[in-house]
T-cell receptor, first 116, second 114 residues
Framework: DMKVTQMPRYLIKRMGENVLLECGQD?????MYWYRQDPGLGLQLIYI???????SEGDIPKGYRVSRKKREHFSLILDSAKTNQTSVYFC???????????????FGPGTRLTVL | GDSVTQTEGQVALSEEDFLTIHCNYS??????LFWYVQYPGEGPQFLFR?????EKGSSRGFEATYDKGTTSFHLRKASVQESDSAVYYC?????????????FGAGTQLIVIP
């Protein structure tokens, strides 16, 4: 069963604390993504990773960093979280770089992060 | 840069009504166009795509036709059901990127009243 998992599903942190969001996929997909979703803004791309230790900034990378040490695992890190980083974060993965199939992304269930 | 515009933030219909959700895009050439659906408490999931002018994509009774002339990819369904209540995202594949980058619209929440 093809799946993208995210942990934790819900997280409450205080401003200034560090945050680690984790994502895993069991499909051997090369490309993985982190998005945030806010009302009225849709899905905004934070980072893309096209393989281990090969990451590229998306549209809103400021305040975030990522880590990919294994193909099946992709982490999003917030160093010193801010209240405006309260959001729902989605991880996704896709296969077949360079073809139209690479746009067919499989999403995880999301992590709802609240920064107080 | 490339972008997608969904004009309706929310659409409320009764069961068996006809659905149209408007999607217009701005990009050069012939970008691939997509519809994704997000049910409550879940992540978005791929619905279907179209890659060239006049191509029709379809899935689960939903359909959309790629129209280069009007730069549109409107989502339609002949008869909606309560189970279709969800958020629908139109998306455009970035042709300048080999990494499968998608540009999403803001989303349209569909509420179907039984």
């Amino acid at each position: 069963d093809m799946k993208v998992t995210q942990m934790p599903r819900y997280l409450i942190k205080r401003m200034g604390e560090n945050v680690l969001l984790e994502c895993g996929q069991d499909m051997s997909h090369e490309t993985m993504y982190w998005y945030r979703q806010d009302p009225g803004l849709g899905l905004q791309l934070i980072y893309i990773s096209y393989d281990v230790d090969s990451n590229s900034e998306g549209d809103i990378p400021k305040g975030y960093r990522v880590s990919r040490k294994k193909r099946e695992h992709f982490s999003l890190i917030l160093d010193s979280a801010k209240t405006n980083q309260t959001s729902v974060y989605f991880c996704a993965s896709s296969l077949s770089i360079g073809t139209v199939s690479s746009y067919e992304q499989y999403f995880g269930p999301g992590t709802r992060l609240t920064v107080l | 840069g490339d972008s997608v515009t969904q004009t309706e933030g929310q659409v409320a219909l009764s069961e068996e009504d006809f659905l149209t959700i408007h999607c217009n895009y701005s990009a050069s050439g012939y970008p691939a166009l997509f519809w994704y659906v997000q049910y409550p408490g879940e992540g978005p999931q791929f619905l279907f795509r179209a890659s060239r002018d006049k191509e029709k994509g379809s899935s689960r009774g939903f359909e959309a036709t790629y129209d280069k002339g009007t730069t549109s990819f409107h989502l339609r369904k002949a008869s909606v059901q309560e189970s279709d209540s969800a958020v629908y995202y139109c998306a455009l594949g970035d042709r300048g990127s080999a990494l499968g980058r998608l540009h999403f619209g803001a989303g349209t929440q569909l509420i179907v009243i039984p």
